[in-house]
């Protein structure tokens, strides 16, 4: 398996993924993206890019902050994530400069396309699905759910699944419910929520342990569930 | 596989099950109880259980109305239905006979068994659950969520899944937030709820075709996708 950095644009910001593909294949594949969290691009995604890689896709580890940046604080993953998610249109550009960098690879088969995303990353997959995008599937792994723009009738063509811990508090009861809502009113064809009790914010991640953030923590049993959950959907869609 | 009836009691009812098994294998098995429809014990959950059965399980096909009574319309349905869901009690200990007629069998492991209940038996497993049945997991199949009986807090043992559809008239989304409250009152260690988007009651049932019950459509999509979670959490917990 081959990894490297990838530079591609967004207007005037540099972003800087990182690609994970076996290069011994020779026929084109799947390509799926991975959205990070609100930390930005680090191992926690590159780790989930790689480990794509070696179940066959070519995976795109995305920057959505420009110059690979990393927040070292709560405050700094305010201010980085604020400012995008205030600017969905934004946001979904600086998705899209992604989806299109993965697309135009040699080795993809830009048909066959998905998108997960962890936390922030997962805001961003449902945002390039209700976009309209060229994605058979988006996976949102403890996203926040809210967007101040929701899906439009007919407009999303992913298959969209949402994995969530019950209690987690950035994706309260309340705001599943919206969700599902929207999913009903935009009449979107495939759209599935796993919910996940005694699970809390951040589940997938072996580094949350509540120091942080107190809502965040890992739970090997709703990591290992939900990988499990979007390697059937991929299987699904991705053949 | 061998299958054969199986005549067992509760009380001064005499129940008909249905018994799916490798005559073959010398070792005990997990065994899996499967709880029928509201249509009563036939073709349908008898499938299920010789499914089980292939994949290693010991499954009982259990008779929740006596001597294998069907139901052939809606009013018979509710009915049956309604004078057991009326008595959770009574509910209760009918499921468990059949509990321990499949603990009591030789081929059986009593330390790793499981139910699962499509519609009325979706409703059946979780009464077993709340009434701390010593069971691995139970799983419901587009089930009836509520109860006159809410588990009390540290009584569940079972993991326990509910799949259903987020449009199921039977399940609306206000029931599952009450199912979901009532097992984070209850402190159930392992729960999860799976909601498929655009699906309807009764969507493991390829007889399902609206024409009984208007609210009861098959979906083979929802149908493969919730069995491969229920063998998912079946590989987890009855190893």
């Not at 759910?145 to 063509?157: C, E, H, I, N, Y």
Request: net charge neutral.
């Amino acid at each position: 398996m081959q990894t490297h950095d990838i530079d591609y644009r967004n207007e005037a910001v540099n972003l800087r993924g990182y690609l994970a593909l076996d290069e011994k294949a020779t026929e084109r594949r799947p390509g799926v993206l991975v959205f990070h969290e609100g930390l930005g691009l680090g191992d926690f995604a590159m780790a989930r890019a790689r480990t794509l890689a070696e179940l066959g896709y070519v995976a795109l580890a995305a920057d959505m902050f420009g110059d690979r940046r990393q927040a070292r604080n709560l405050q700094e993953v305010a201010d980085l994530v604020g400012s995008l998610r205030n600017q969905p249109e934004a946001l979904r550009a600086r998705g899209r400069a992604a989806l299109a960098t993965l697309a135009a690879l040699p080795q993809v088969d830009a048909h066959r396309m998905a998108a997960i995303g962890f936390c922030f990353g997962g805001t961003v997959v449902l945002e390039l699905a209700r976009d309209g995008a060229d994605l058979k599937a988006v996976v949102s792994f403890h996203g926040v759910l809210a967007t101040r723009m929701p899906a439009m009738s007919g407009k999303v063509k992913a298959s969209v699944l949402v994995l969530t811990g019950a209690d987690d508090p950035l994706a309260p009861p309340e705001q599943v419910k919206a969700f599902e809502d929207e999913m009903r009113a935009a009449e979107v064809k495939d759209w599935q929520v796993i919910s996940y009790g005694n699970t809390l914010h951040g589940f997938t991640n072996p580094a949350a342990d509540g120091s942080m953030m107190r809502a965040a923590r890992y739970s090997a049993q709703a990591d290992r569930r939900s990988w499990a959950s979007m390697r059937s959907l991929f299987e699904e869609v991705l053949r």
